[in-house]
C-alpha cells in the first residue's frame, strides 16, 4: 500500500457511472480505485474485505440502497469515509445521507474538479457539500 495514496471504492449500480468514475479519478496520481460494486451487498463486502480511504456510494440501488451501505459499513469499518454521488439533487437527501454517517454529498452533475476536491477534503476530514445542494442551504441568522 502506497502511503499518501487515497484508496477508493466507486458503488454505483449504472456500468457507465462506474467507468466515468474510474476514468476521471485514473487521473489522479493520489488516488486507486480498489475496487468496483454494482450494488450494495458487494459495496459492504468489498469494504469489509479491503478497508479503503474513501467510498464513493450511489443512494438508489436494488435491494440495498446507498443509506443502508453506509450504515452498515460504518458499523463494520468506522474509519472508511463515505461521499454520496446522486442523481438526488434535493437537501434531504444530502441532509439524510449526512445523518447516515456520509462525509460527503455531489450530484451527479457535480464537475470533475469538484469531485476530485471533494474526495481531498473528505480524506482530509472534512464534510464536504456539492455546491449545487450547498446554495439550497438556507441562510443561518
Wanted: with cysteine.
Amino acid at each position: 500500500m502506497n502511503k499518501g495514496i487515497i484508496r477508493i471504492i466507486v458503488v454505483d449500480d449504472h456500468p457507465a457511472v462506474r467507468k466515468s468514475i474510474k476514468i476521471l479519478l485514473g487521473t489522479n496520481p493520489g488516488f486507486e480505485i480498489i475496487a468496483e460494486c454494482e450494488d450494495g451487498h458487494s459495496a459492504i463486502e468489498q469494504a469489509t474485505q479491503l478497508i479503503p480511504d474513501i467510498m464513493l456510494v450511489d443512494i438508489n440501488m436494488s435491494p440495498v440502497d446507498g443509506f443502508e451501505v453506509t450504515e452498515v459499513v460504518l458499523k463494520k469499518v468506522p474509519s472508511v469515509k463515505i461521499i454520496a454521488l446522486s442523481i438526488n439533487n434535493q437537501l434531504k437527501y444530502a441532509t439524510e445521507m449526512l445523518r447516515a454517517g456520509a462525509r460527503g454529498y455531489l450530484t451527479k452533475t457535480s464537475p470533475p474538479k469538484e469531485i476530485i476536491q471533494s474526495i481531498i477534503d473528505v480524506h482530509n476530514g472534512d464534510i464536504y457539500i456539492c455546491h449545487e445542494i450547498r446554495k439550497l442551504i438556507p441562510p443561518s441568522d
